[in-house]
């Protein structure tokens, strides 16, 4: 059984949105105190996008900051990043993954665990 699943990714033309959804309540609360997205692009390295913590403290990647947004509902259940104004560089494969630590920005997709990905192509 999948603990993360990934949701909502798609094509849009530059400028356009898209909103990802991850449900993670098959994977133990304990197991996701900090949660987000990292994303690969074809012969790229893995880079963070955003993540949150218990707390609901937040940070992201430098070029997506003030058009993404992640967020969690009330359960913590369901993880979302909400992107706009997206860039053809933004086209990439999007992870959701989870850890147990507090701030898991800098260590998503290399520690803790991660779903299956969704793509995400974003046309000129």
């Known amino acids: 059984q999948e603990q993360l699943v990934e949701s909502g990714g798609g094509s849009v033309q530059a400028g356009g949105s898209l909103r990802l959804s991850c449900v993670a309540a098959?994977?133990?609360?304990?197991?996701?105190?900090?949660m987000g997205w990292f994303r690969q692009a074809p012969g790229k390295g893995r880079e963070g996008v955003a993540a949150?913590?218990?707390?609901?403290?937040?940070r992201y990647r430098d070029s997506v900051k003030g058009r993404f947004t992640i967020s969690q509902d009330n359960t913590r259940d369901n993880l979302y990043l909400q992107m706009n104004s997206l860039k053809p560089e933004d086209t990439a494969m999007y992870y959701c993954?989870?850890?147990?630590?507090?701030?898991?920005?800098?260590?998503?997709?290399?520690?803790?665990?991660w779903g299956q990905g969704t793509q995400d192509t974003v046309s000129s």
């Open positions: 098959s994977l133990h609360v304990d197991y996701r105190n900090c």
């Open positions: 993954a989870a850890d147990t630590t507090n701030d898991c920005y800098s260590t998503l997709g290399a520690l803790g665990y």
């Open positions: 949150i913590g218990k707390d609901g403290s937040t």
